[in-house]
């Protein structure tokens, strides 16, 4: 059955229920983490000994949980508390850390350098020099959401990582930061600056309110915005991490090798109405107070009662604005999900908004989802369909840049890094490419193919993946994670004239001992085949540049923004690029600083999980980055977003 809209709770009844489910699922999730390990380790003793094969499920279709339109984020009320991140379910997602070997964890462990090695042929694609180039201009730079950021709404306390996302549009450009959102103007048509905060910070759930169900009801990290620049619309896409109340109708989790499947809709009559976002107004002092020096969130008490039985599903959640306003209105939507939906990447398609998730770190298993655009643009009843794809890594679908479309009928393209960090396989020679074609009428004609090995230089994840100490720092014994295992960052596609493109990044450990940014350009052949056009490894020397986000400019320009650092340099942010016409293989523009880091991050080796790009619709040669850093003295991150203009993009 659907889950119908829950009664309003009184803003004192909201923080009370919040603050008790924290508590109480956080002691659930340590439960399920040990059950988790088990298995996992179980079954990668299996995994082990088997031959590796990819599978996929056939299609699970999903009906959209609910629907609705929201009102303006500017007449929308606090969904929950504002200012301080009591009850934030991604506190509740520490997975990750919790099942990390325990030298990766407390302040007081052991933390021991890398041993970075690199395999035969990977040095010789290696950039051993920056670009002579003139660097790319660097047209606009200001902090977003972080420390000392004060907005309309005041200020918060942002975990770590930061999970950075920003997208831009016409005349704004909205953040998203963990579990936080804010908009600030963009100089142009309406605005006269750059970076005054117009919104924020306000929780990323506030986009549902008066919604219902999980998505109104419980906030979340790792939400995602993006522009679709074909439909001059704003997308969020927020995961709910902790599990819902079972279902009358609840569903199974799919498994590799079935069809595709829709997912179940959360709400009844979802969309309905639109609304616009509502504007919280400023905190008084005492709330500013608190959320410069917050609680913690765990085991927080509250008057809840345990709840009793089975747990039900996940949900992904999705908020689509009737236009170019980030104040909306918006069409609000939630689809259940069965399987754990983390690290949503969403990417737009002609033909929907695909979004792949990670089922875990401890299972070699991905979940590629799409949502019916075309139905979502109109506020219509639309569907989510899934496939299980068994023993890959981490998937990222192409994510469109631009307003010319691919060829009609071009499936989406899915791109993974090879190797497996649980197996401990840390290198690999080849990309690995698959298809996704969604049949709207007909579920079953919904197909995944692939994975097509696509050769490339040999490479060695930075520091062997993901939670492991890293990049050094100064002052401090203390690394920083770089997330090595993956295709981290959205891949981009741009039409270009009489070529399409698409490009990837991930990090690499180098010859020289520090790590570098891997970057490929494929491009299709007349049967669709993807082809390896160039690639290179930006290493100019033995520092570390890694967690990097690509972006194709109007020209076919390549612009990449990175994280920097390694001593004796605190982590920044840096961007380098090429022309379309340049030689293959290098970024050939000089190294643009877009900030320098001021101070070591001590308390916690998870930095950022991802940097993002976007491009500027207003002209399609402007790419926007954003990416953390520390101020002198902070004790956690701030974040700079900056604009950037390769020369002979007009």
């Known amino acids: 059955m659907n889950i119908a809209k829950s009664a309003p709770l009184t803003e004192a009844g909201v923080r009370c229920y919040s603050e008790y489910a924290f508590a109480w699922e956080s002691s659930m999730r340590r439960i399920s983490i040990v059950v988790a390990a088990v298995v996992a380790f179980v079954t990668l003793v299996v995994s082990?000994?088997?031959?590796?094969?990819?599978?996929?499920?056939?299609?699970?279709?999903?009906?959209?949980?609910?629907?609705?339109?929201?009102?303006?984020?500017?007449?929308?009320?606090?969904?929950?508390?504002?200012?301080?991140?009591?009850?934030?379910?991604?506190?509740?997602?520490?997975?990750?850390?919790?099942l990390a070997p325990p030298r990766m964890q407390g302040a007081d462990a052991v933390i021991s350098a890398p041993v970075m090695t690199t395999p035969a042929g990977s040095g010789a694609i290696e950039q051993k020099s920056f670009g002579t180039k003139p660097p790319a201009d660097l047209v606009a730079s200001f902090d977003g959401l972080g420390a000392n950021f004060v907005g309309p709404q005041g200020s918060a306390a942002l975990r770590n990582?930061?999970?950075?996302?920003?997208?831009?549009?016409?005349?704004?450009?909205?953040?998203?930061?963990?579990?936080?959102?804010?908009?600030?103007?963009?100089?142009?048509?309406?605005?006269?600056?750059?970076?005054?905060?117009?919104?924020?910070?306000?929780?990323?759930?506030?986009?549902?309110?008066?919604?219902?169900?999980?998505?109104?009801?419980?906030?979340?990290?790792?939400?995602?915005?993006?522009?679709?620049?074909l439909a001059d619309r704003w997308l969020v896409v927020m995961p709910i991490f902790s599990r819902g109340p079972v279902r009358g109708d609840e569903?199974?989790?799919?498994?590799?090798?079935?069809?595709?499947?829709?997912?179940?809709?959360?709400?009844?009559?979802?969309?309905?109405?639109?609304?616009?976002?509502?504007?919280?107004?400023?905190?008084?002092?005492?709330?500013?107070?608190?959320?410069?020096?917050?609680?913690?969130?765990?085991?927080?008490?509250?008057?809840?009662?345990?709840?009793?039985?089975?747990?039900?599903?996940?949900?992904?959640?999705?908020?689509?604005?009737?236009?170019?306003?980030?104040?909306?209105?918006?069409?609000?939507?939630?689809?259940?999900?069965?399987?754990?939906?983390?690290?949503?990447?969403?990417?737009?398609?002609?033909?929907?908004?695909?979004?792949?998730?990670?089922?875990?770190?401890?299972?070699?298993?991905?979940?590629?989802?799409?949502?019916?655009?075309?139905?979502?643009?109109k506020g219509e009843d639309a569907t989510e369909q899934c496939v299980v794809i068994d023993d890959v890594n981490f998937l990222n679908n192409a994510d469109l840049e631009g307003k010319e479309l691919p060829p009609k009928g071009a499936p989406n393209v899915m791109l993974a890094t090879g190797g497996t960090q649980l197996r401990k396989v840390m290198e690999d020679d080849g990309l690995y490419a698959w298809t996704f074609h969604v049949d709207w009428d007909d579920p079953s004609k919904t197909k995944v193919d692939g994975p097509v090995k696509i050769p490339v230089a040999p490479y060695h994840y930075l520091c062997d993946g993901q939670l492991t100490n890293c990049v050094p720092q100064p002052g401090t014994d203390r690394r920083l994670?770089?997330?090595?295992?993956?295709?981290?960052?959205?891949?981009?596609?741009?039409?270009?004239?009489?070529?399409?493109?698409?490009?990837?990044?991930?990090?690499?450990?180098?010859?020289?001992?520090?790590?570098?940014?891997?970057?490929?350009?494929?491009?299709?052949?007349?049967?669709?085949?993807?082809?390896?056009?160039?690639?290179?490894?930006?290493?100019?020397?033995?520092?570390?540049?890694w967690m990097a986000s690509p972006a194709i400019d109007a020209k076919g320009g390549i612009g990449?923004?990175?994280?920097?650092?390694?001593?004796?340099?605190?982590?920044?942010?840096?961007?380098?690029?090429?022309?379309?016409?340049?030689?293959?293989?290098?970024?050939?523009?000089?190294?643009?600083?877009?900030?320098?880091?001021?101070?070591?991050?001590?308390?916690t080796l998870r930095w950022e999980d991802y940097t993002q790009?976007?491009?500027?619709?207003?002209?399609?040669?402007?790419?926007?980055y954003v990416g953390d850093y520390l101020r002198t003295d902070a004790t956690t991150y701030s974040t700079r977003i900056g604009a950037f203009r390769m020369p002979g993009c007009r």
């Open 251 to 377: 569903p199974a989790p799919g498994r590799g090798g079935e069809p595709a499947r829709h997912s179940q809709p959360g709400q009844n009559g979802q969309p309905g109405a639109a609304a616009r976002l509502f504007e919280p107004p400023p905190p008084p002092p005492e709330s500013a107070a608190a959320a410069a020096n917050p609680a913690r969130g765990r085991g927080v008490p509250g008057a809840r009662p345990p709840a009793d039985g089975p747990q039900g599903s996940y949900a992904m959640c999705y908020a689509l604005s009737v236009g170019p306003d980030p104040f909306g209105p918006y069409y609000r939507y939630e689809f259940v999900r069965p399987l754990f939906p983390d690290y949503p990447r969403p990417a737009v398609w002609p033909d929907g908004y695909y979004v792949p998730t990670s089922t875990g770190d401890n299972v070699i298993q991905k979940h590629a989802c799409v949502v019916d655009r075309s139905r979502m643009l």
């Open 613 to 624: 790009t976007a491009i500027d619709p207003s002209d399609g040669c402007i790419i926007w």
């Open 48 to 98: 082990i000994t088997t031959p590796r094969t990819t599978r996929h499920s056939p299609t699970i279709v999903h009906r959209a949980a609910a629907h609705d339109v929201s009102l303006s984020l500017a007449l929308l009320a606090g969904a929950s508390d504002q200012h301080i991140d009591v009850a934030d379910d991604d506190a509740l997602a520490e997975h990750d850390l919790a």
């Open 560 to 603: 990449i923004g990175y994280s920097f650092g390694g001593t004796p340099h605190f982590a920044g942010q840096r961007f380098a690029a090429r022309s379309a016409d340049d030689p293959r293989g290098v970024l050939t523009s000089g190294e643009t600083v877009l900030v320098e880091g001021e101070a070591a991050q001590t308390t």
């Open 161 to 229: 990582p930061s999970d950075n996302t920003l997208a831009v549009g016409p005349d704004h450009i909205v953040q998203i930061v963990n579990s936080r959102m804010a908009i600030f103007t963009k100089k142009g048509r309406r605005f006269d600056t750059t970076g005054k905060a117009l919104y924020g910070p306000v929780v990323t759930n506030n986009i549902f309110k008066g919604f219902g169900g999980l998505c109104e009801q419980r906030n979340n990290g790792d939400a995602v915005v993006r522009y679709d620049q």
């Open 481 to 545: 994670d770089a997330q090595g295992d993956k295709i981290m960052a959205r891949v981009v596609y741009r039409r270009l004239g009489d070529h399409e493109s698409i490009v990837a990044v991930h990090s690499v450990n180098t010859t020289a001992g520090g790590g570098g940014v891997r970057w490929y350009e494929l491009r299709p052949d007349p049967r669709r085949q993807l082809t390896l056009y160039q690639q290179g490894t930006f290493a100019p020397d033995s520092s570390y540049r």
